[in-house]
């Protein structure tokens, strides 16, 4: 009762105060909001703690001088360094362990170990050899590794004549040919027919044979294996025009999203998908689309007809079988289908089957604390990662067939800030009029002078959209510390990975054509030194290969002083709307040999 008097004894006091004071918080959160919708699109989709440092960016850059840099001209790299891969080097495995092929995954270097050189190209590279000839055939001076050659002789992976390897489409499990493997493969799942399947991922892909004869009946594939010191098995997939990128099963998330993939196939990559707890089999089910197909072949499928060649005995692969029936079953996987020596599993439809476990389920249904869709440098965990419910049309039988879903706004999009349908057709109608600018500024674009594009900072994948119809593939690379959209990108049937442009790439050297990238420096050059970002673009970029750079005229200078040193040719332009704020650097980088290679041969005519 004393507060309550004390309260009404001060009227004139506190009740215009509060209200006046209430009315000013309103207005500032109302402006707050304002400011937020009326932000550059593109810096909306980064984290509020990745805001640049510099205030000058896309808005405001007329405002502020540009950034200017003191020419450099960088060093070659030695000529050991020909197929440097920074974040999985062979020559760091001794200092990571043993359990569960740890050492093969991501292990990056420290900053101070940095290479800020030039990566050189095998002695005598030559120009790839274009699409689609190239998935039959490349250069053996490129790619200049026997091994596979030596070891799968009998299994046609390839065979080197001349100058040249050839692939022939065989395989470990292919003796009639890779086609006629897809052709039972079809046979089994119906929907790879009718645009019902259309993103793929090969774990242990070998030289992506299989993922280069879906490309000839519509169906994307991410082929999927980790780097060695002989097979070099992405860097072939690379060099022929097909999709690839490093990597392996262990103990960390695949760079994906959850319900990605409309189909994951296995074809004796050898993994022991009944060990540990099945962990493994559990990412694969996490990165699976509902209703999408597990599919395997190779030990223990048909082991009746094929244990004499697999080095054990038909009581030990039918106990294989049966634990990996059991873990499948226990996994809400049905048998699909089954001939020879094609198994095909179909993860369910809905979460019905998943609604039925109970606590003492193994492997248990995954709580809350993870996001389904986290993936980098995410440890893999034994659980069952349900699909969110709140996602009526996930399931394959619910997704619109190919080519249908590239232009339908993904249900995903509801996730992405301001995402919604109207956004989504607007971003589309965008990047049709941005890459008919670009070529009209870059003639090759289009052309078979361009095959492997990397669009290193996508959104909704709206560049690649727009490239659809063109002979190309494109990586769609988003950050890993901003609004994740991959599952939007996936959900159009267009292919990509999540990744910190802080590091290295999970590829080969000389492995794109084209690189594309949008404001990156603007969203991350706090984070990120731009010195170290273009090295890694020389990198992984073909000899003679492009790069669309564009950008604030903040960096846009500062970048062409860099890429200079690179030995790269660049050219600025103005935006397809001659947007003051926001240039193009369109770059080509140059064909060069190392001079210790040219010293060698100096050497050795004497």
């Known amino acids: 009762m004393k507060g309550k008097d004390s309260k009404g004894a001060y009227p004139n006091k506190n009740s215009k105060v509060v209200p006046i004071t209430l009315m000013f918080m309103v207005l500032c959160g109302f402006s707050f909001y304002l400011g937020g919708i009326y932000c550059s699109e593109k810096n909306r989709f980064f984290k509020k703690d990745t805001a640049p440092l510099i205030h000058g960016h896309k808005d405001t850059a007329t405002a502020v001088a540009p950034l200017q840099i003191k020419a450099v001209n960088f060093p070659e790299c030695g000529l050991e360094f020909q197929d440097y891969t920074p974040c999985t080097d062979p020559k760091r495995w001794r200092k990571y362990g043993n359990y569960r092929l740890t050492f093969m995954e991501r292990h990056c270097p420290p900053v101070t170990e940095r290479k800020q050189c030039l990566v050189?190209?095998?002695?005598?590279?030559?120009?790839?050899?274009?699409?689609?000839?190239?998935?039959?055939?490349?250069?053996?001076?490129?790619?200049?590794?026997?091994?596979?050659?030596?070891?799968?002789?009998?299994?046609?992976?390839?065979?080197?004549?001349?100058?040249?390897?050839?692939?022939?489409?065989?395989?470990?499990?292919?003796?009639?040919?890779?086609?006629?493997?897809?052709?039972?493969?079809?046979?089994?799942?119906?929907?790879?027919?009718?645009?019902?399947?259309?993103?793929?991922?090969?774990?242990?892909?070998?030289?992506?044979?299989?993922?280069?004869?879906?490309?000839?009946?519509?169906?994307?594939?991410?082929?999927?294996?980790?780097?060695?010191?002989?097979?070099?098995?992405?860097?072939?997939?690379?060099?022929?025009?097909?999709?690839?990128?490093?990597?392996?099963?262990?103990?960390?998330?695949?760079?994906?999203?959850?319900?990605?993939?409309?189909?994951?196939?296995?074809?004796?990559?050898?993994?022991?998908?009944?060990?540990?707890g099945g962990i493994y089999l559990m990412e694969i089910h996490r990165i699976l689309r509902p209703g999408g197909f597990w599919v395997l072949s190779g030990p223990p499928i048909n082991y009746e007809n094929r244990w004499r060649g697999w080095n054990t005995t038909a009581a030990e692969q039918k106990s294989d079988l049966d634990k990996l029936k059991r873990l499948l079953t226990s996994m809400c996987f049905k048998l699909y289908n089954k001939k020879d020596d094609i198994a095909v599993w179909q993860k369910s439809l809905d979460n019905t089957c998943y609604e039925k476990l109970t606590p003492s389920s193994y492997p248990p249904k995954c709580d809350d604390s993870l996001d389904p869709d986290s993936a980098w440098y995410t440890p893999m965990r034994s659980c069952i990662t349900v699909p969110n419910p709140r996602f009526k049309k996930l399931a394959l039988k619910s997704t619109p067939k190919w080519p249908e879903r590239l232009n339908v706004a993904p249900e995903r999009i509801s996730v992405v800030p301001g995402g919604n349908a109207g956004v989504f057709k607007h971003d589309n109608s965008k990047w049709k009029n941005r890459v008919k600018h670009y070529k009209s500024l870059l003639p090759a674009l289009g052309s078979d002078k361009i095959r492997n594009v990397m669009d290193m900072n996508t959104l909704y994948g709206g560049f690649a959209a727009a490239l659809v119809k063109d002979p190309v593939w494109v990586m769609n690379v988003v950050s890993s510390y901003g609004i994740n959209t991959l599952g939007a990108v996936y959900d159009r049937g267009l292919i990509g990975s999540n990744h910190d442009w802080c590091e290295a790439f999970s590829t080969y050297p000389r492995t794109y054509d084209l690189l594309h990238l949008d404001g990156l420096f603007t969203a991350e050059s706090h984070r990120c030194e731009m010195k170290n970002v273009l090295l890694e673009m020389d990198r992984i970029l073909r000899p003679a290969g492009y790069a669309i750079i564009r950008e604030s005229t903040y960096f846009i200078d500062s970048i062409a002083t860099l890429a200079k040193g690179m030995r790269w040719g660049c050219q600025k332009h103005d935006t397809e709307y001659n947007v003051g704020k926001e240039k193009l650097l369109i770059c080509q980088k140059k064909l060069w040999y190392s001079k210790q290679s040219s010293n060698d041969e100096i050497k050795s005519s004497f």
Request: proline letters at 10%.
């Open 120 to 276: 050189p190209p095998p002695n005598g590279y030559k120009p790839p050899i274009r699409w689609p000839k190239s998935k039959d055939e490349c250069w053996y001076r490129n790619v200049p590794y026997d091994w596979i050659n030596n070891e799968k002789s009998n299994q046609h992976w390839l065979k080197k004549e001349g100058e040249k390897f050839i692939f022939p489409g065989g395989g470990t499990m292919f003796p009639n040919g890779v086609g006629a493997y897809v052709d039972l493969m079809q046979d089994l799942i119906p929907g790879m027919k009718d645009g019902t399947v259309r993103t793929a991922i090969d774990t242990g892909c070998g030289v992506a044979s299989w993922g280069g004869d879906l490309l000839n009946r519509g169906i994307l594939t991410v082929s999927l294996a980790p780097r060695d010191n002989h097979e070099a098995q992405v860097q072939f997939a690379l060099e022929r025009g097909i999709p690839a990128i490093l990597g392996i099963i262990s103990t960390q998330r695949l760079p994906f999203p959850s319900n990605s993939f409309d189909i994951a196939h296995c074809s004796r990559c050898l993994i022991p998908w009944s060990e540990f």
